[in-house]
């Protein structure tokens, strides 16, 4: 990619929702309707699954350093509001519990 995200000041969100409606829409909205999908907005590689903390997962082991935004599939990709994994305390930060 030319112009990264990192550099460009264009906001994360944006940039995500962009590259989901050109280019993971046409792949995924049909049959994943209100699945999770983790967009690397650099690359523009994506995941998607039912479970959100395994999704990022598998996208971060391809790509390190992604700048990874959660999206829902279906609805032209709206953006992950709520994530019930990260209320658990496995994954509150010290001292939160």
Do not use: W
Request: charged share 30%.
């Amino acid at each position: 990619m030319a112009d990264s995200p990192r550099t460009s000041g264009e906001p994360l969100s944006q940039r995500a929702r962009d590259v989901y409606r050109c280019r993971i829409s046409p792949q995924v909205e049909v049959e994943n309707d209100d699945r999770y999908v983790v967009v690397d907005v650099d690359s523009e590689d994506f995941e998607n699954g039912d479970d959100f903390v395994e999704v990022l997962h598998r996208l971060k082991s391809r790509h390190p350093a992604a700048q990874a935004f959660g999206l829902r599939a279906g609805g032209g990709g709206r953006p992950v509001d709520r994530l019930g994994a990260f209320g658990h305390a496995a994954f509150r930060p010290e001292g939160t519990r």
